[in-house]
């Protein structure tokens, strides 16, 4: 029976071949284009997600000044001192390792080559926290940076930009003027979109402070949380330790804010997962158009075959019997145009892969979506044709020239 | 009795003026008779048809198909009753196009939900003659073969009667004989055979003739 039914319908939509494609054409887009672009997002998802937690993931950072999300932060405060990231590592529960951080832009200079990029005044424990590695040379020693020694570790960018194809290590360079003797390079990252890790030079936070900043005060102090341990709790110690250190009372903000990496992971997850389903509900609008598109096909095809629907009343077939045809015609057309916006959605989302800097991934529930998706879209919009040929009078049906 | 009817009655409505197509129709035909139907057009014959064929249903009076009443009833159990005790046979044929002829017989018994519809099938094709054409399609047949096809499809689910519609209007009279003949043949069975038809010649083949004019039987 389903059988019969089903090569009635494939052979009425052979007959139409042009037809029948042009009728699918929205669907296959509409699929494709879901498909795509939800491969698209879920991509764009996890190159976030990589390069954040390449960034480490168990941190949180001290700034100063109050928190900007509850208002305007003023950009230099000095309130941050070098004692502070001491009494975090010495006092807290919890604290694996501080990073006293200073940073500026400034112009570095190799031969006639110069740019502009950040210098980030650092300790060694910085590498590790924040997870960078060394693609050539080596980090600085304790003695160096306890005698403000003045070596630097260059960033992909800033190699690129100042010595092209040439090994950077061994060279020297100036910083605002001050020479420097390039020992690292550091490997590349990628640009995480609020601030670019590889265009920046690493020197000891001493020599920063002492000879090319000139500030006796910290931009940021990074801290590593032992493993196992609260991100939060650690959080409300540091807060309680650096108010007390401050001399904050009660009643006042703080002059300082903590940033906690799970957040900013959460966050940007959050964001991304925005960008999909807007990818997605954009591209389902073709989808809808697509379904309407065969609505308009079935409409055509049951006026006409009325006198077919005439006779198939005549001899015997109730009107579900004819809904049901109608119905499975209109599922043939949506189902076989999606599986064909599958291919067109892989087709695209390889290209993008291939031809962009964008990353994309199929997911396999994305493919079984667009299958229910089409599947429900030919019973949605085959509906009504469907139920006006089995409302049709069969006397009317079978007089209809 | 096969078919009965008593003080049957169809109105049409063409806005407020009621249009009477069927008048006090009382008819009735035995099992196993072969009646033509005659009238001119306009005379309600075709109304009739549609009514003896359960396609459509009298506004007044009782319509007995072997014994039960089927003036008020509806829907899917008229399509049921048409399926299983009405064999129809059109003018133009009315076989699906790209469905072989084989599978155009089967159609009935789908609607039937009858298992194994292809052996039914060809039997009723081998009865009509068409043995050799199950696989052609209707535009690869010529006239008279159609036709037969058409009647192998009204007669797969053995229905008691036979409601044919100027069966012989589209074919020439060599065609048309050979039908009529093998309309006979299936009477001659059993079968209870109504031609609807203006034509003396095709009414003259058959046992009895039921007139109809404005509506009544004269």
Redesign the interface.
């Known amino acids: 029976m389903l059988w019969i039914i089903l090569k009635v319908a494939l052979k009425s939509l052979l007959a139409n071949k042009m037809r029948s494609l042009l009728a699918m054409l929205g669907i296959i887009i509409g699929v494709g284009a879901v498909i795509s672009m939800l491969a698209l997002g879920t991509g764009a998802k996890k190159q976030v997600m990589q390069r954040i937690t390449s960034m480490g993931t168990n941190l949180l950072i001290v700034r100063p000044g109050g928190d900007y999300r509850k208002g305007i932060r003023s950009t230099t405060v000095e309130t941050l001192k070098l004692t502070d990231a001491e009494a975090i590592l010495d006092k807290i529960e919890g604290v694996e390792a501080v990073a006293p951080l200073v940073t500026a832009r400034a112009q570095v200079k190799y031969f006639n080559e110069n740019m502009n990029t950040t210098i980030t005044g650092a300790p060694l424990t910085y590498i590790t926290m924040r997870n960078f590695e060394l693609e050539k040379g080596r980090v600085f020693t304790s003695v160096e940076k306890d005698h403000s020694a003045r070596v630097a570790i260059v960033g992909n960018v800033v190699a690129e930009q100042l010595f092209g194809s040439q090994d950077p290590v061994g060279e020297r360079f100036r910083i605002k003027n001050v020479n420097f003797r390039i020992i690292g390079r550091l490997k590349a990252k990628g640009d995480q979109g609020w601030f670019n890790p590889d265009d920046m030079v690493i020197i000891p936070y001493p020599t920063a402070m002492k000879q090319v900043i000139g500030q006796d005060f910290l931009n940021e102090i990074d801290v590593k949380i032992k493993e196992g341990m609260k991100l939060d709790k650690v959080e409300k110690r540091i807060t309680r330790l650096l108010r007390q250190r401050h001399r904050i009372r009660m009643d006042e903000e703080e002059d300082f804010h903590i940033r906690n990496m799970a957040e900013i992971v959460a966050m940007a997850s959050q964001f991304t997962q925005t960008f999909t389903f807007l990818l997605g509900g954009i591209a389902s609008i073709s989808l809808i158009v697509g379904g309407i598109g065969i609505m308009n096909i079935m409409l055509v095809t049951v006026t006409e075959r009325t006198r077919e629907i005439g006779v198939r009343k005549a001899i015997g077939a109730r009107n579900r019997d004819i809904l049901r045809q109608f119905l499975l015609e209109a599922i043939i057309i949506s189902g076989l145009g999606g599986l064909m916006g599958i291919g067109l959605g892989y087709a695209a989302a390889e290209s993008i892969r291939q031809f962009t800097a964008y990353q994309t991934i199929i997911e396999l529930r994305s493919i079984l979506l667009s299958i229910t998706v089409s599947a429900a879209v030919g019973i949605f919009f085959g509906y009504y044709p469907a139920s006006r040929a089995a409302k049709l009078d069969p006397i009317e049906a079978l007089r209809y020239e | 009795m096969m078919i009965e009817t008593r003080k049957l009655g169809k109105i049409y409505h063409l806005g407020k003026t009621g249009y009477r197509a069927l008048d006090d129709v009382n008819i009735a035909i035995d099992e196993g008779e072969m009646v033509a139907v005659t009238g001119p057009s306009g005379s309600g014959k075709s109304t009739l048809m549609?009514i003896l064929?359960c396609?459509?249903t009298p506004d007044e009076g009782e319509y007995l198909l072997a014994g039960e009443n089927v003036a008020r009833i509806s829907?899917?159990r008229l399509?049921?009753i048409?399926?299983?005790r009405i064999g129809?046979v059109?003018q133009s044929f009315?076989l699906?196009p790209?469905?072989t002829a084989l599978?155009n017989v089967?159609?009935?018994l789908?609607?039937?939900?009858q298992n194994h519809?292809g052996t039914a099938a060809a039997k009723a094709l081998e009865k009509v003659g068409l043995a050799q054409r199950m696989s052609h399609e209707p535009n690869q047949l010529s006239g008279g073969q159609r036709q037969r096809v058409a009647i192998a499809?009204a007669i797969v689910?053995n229905p008691a009667i036979i409601l044919a519609d100027e069966p012989t209007g589209n074919l020439d009279s060599k065609m048309g004989d050979e039908i009529l003949a093998l309309f006979r043949q299936l009477n001659r069975e059993g079968r209870t055979i109504i031609i609807v038809t203006h034509e003396e010649y095709v009414a003259g083949h058959c046992g009895r003739q039921i007139r109809i004019r404005d509506g009544k039987v004269v």
């Open positions: 549609h064929g396609l459509d829907g899917d399509a049921a048409r399926n299983r129809f059109f009315n699906l790209r469905l599978e089967e159609l009935p789908l609607y039937a939900a519809p499809r689910t």
